[in-house]
T-cell receptor, first 114, second 112 residues
Framework: SQTIHQWPATLVQPVGSPLSLECTVE??????LYWYRQAAGRGLQLLFYSVGIGQISSEVPQNLSASRPQDRQFILSSKKLLLSDSGFYLC?????????????FGPGTRLTVL | GENVEQHPSTLSVQEGDSAVIKCTYSDSASNYFPWYKQELGKRPQLIID?????GEKKDQRIAVTLNKTAKHFSLHITETQPEDSAVYFC???????????FGKGTTLSVSS
């Protein structure tokens, strides 16, 4: 069966520090991968999605970036965190086009920027 | 591109009552409409979805209806229970079905 992992589970970082969040999927090949952010009391904001290795689509201009160095690995990064980057970061995967099929979410990373 | 509006943002009902959450979308080409449930501190999970070739789909106490002409779809929960308390998100396809755009969510509270 397929599983999705995210780490770390929680993170507290100072403003201006770098960020690296990792997501990996097991049990499937060539998944579509997604990064979402959920600010406190807010909805699910699509940040990035990837349909293959090295293919990244960015949805929101921001100081975040994403990379997909391997088929089942998706990384969210920042060079300098802002206070507004605090939130709950969720990675998701889908077997086929994620706009027309179920997306499976990871457990999330709760990021607090102080 | 697709735009999804969801309302109400909060909904409080008594146990046993029905709850209805509505969403509208803008892209008439959209053909897949899922609903996700997110319990406090947990990940969202799909609870029901509907494709544009049907107008209604039911799964026990949960149903979703779709009106393609009006471009809106709704989630119906009957005989609500306290464990139905959660945030519910609707979504619609984005970028030719590559991704989903989510509504801002509805916080449902069921009191016993």
């Amino acid at each position: 069966s397929q599983t999705i992992h995210q780490w770390p589970a929680t993170l507290v970082q100072p403003v201006g520090s770098p960020l690296s969040l990792e997501c990996t999927v097991e049990g499937t090949s060539n998944p579509n991968l997604y990064w979402y952010r959920q600010a406190a009391g807010r909805g699910l904001q699509l940040l990035f999605y990837s349909v293959g290795i090295g293919q990244i689509s960015s949805e929101v201009p921001q100081n975040l970036s994403a990379s997909r160095p391997q088929d089942r690995q998706f990384i969210l990064s920042s060079k300098k965190l802002l206070l507004s980057d605090s939130g709950f970061y969720l990675c998701a995967w889908s077997a086929l086009a994620g706009g027309n099929n179920e997306q499976f979410f990871g457990p999330g990373t709760r990021l607090t920027v102080l | 591109g697709e735009n999804v509006e969801q309302h109400p943002s909060t909904l409080s009902v008594q146990e046993g009552d029905s709850a209805v959450i509505k969403c509208t979308y803008s892209d008439s080409a959209s053909n897949y409409f899922p609903w996700y449930k997110q319990e406090l501190g947990k990940r969202p999970q799909l609870i029901i979805d509907i494709r544009s070739n049907v107008g209604e789909k039911k799964d026990q106490r949960i149903a979703v209806t779709l009106n393609k002409t009006a471009k809106h779809f709704s989630l119906h929960i009957t005989e609500t229970q306290p464990e139905d308390s959660a945030v519910y998100f609707c979504a619609a396809p984005y970028q030719a079905g590559t991704a989903l755009i989510f509504g801002k969510g509805t916080t449902l509270s069921v009191s016993s």
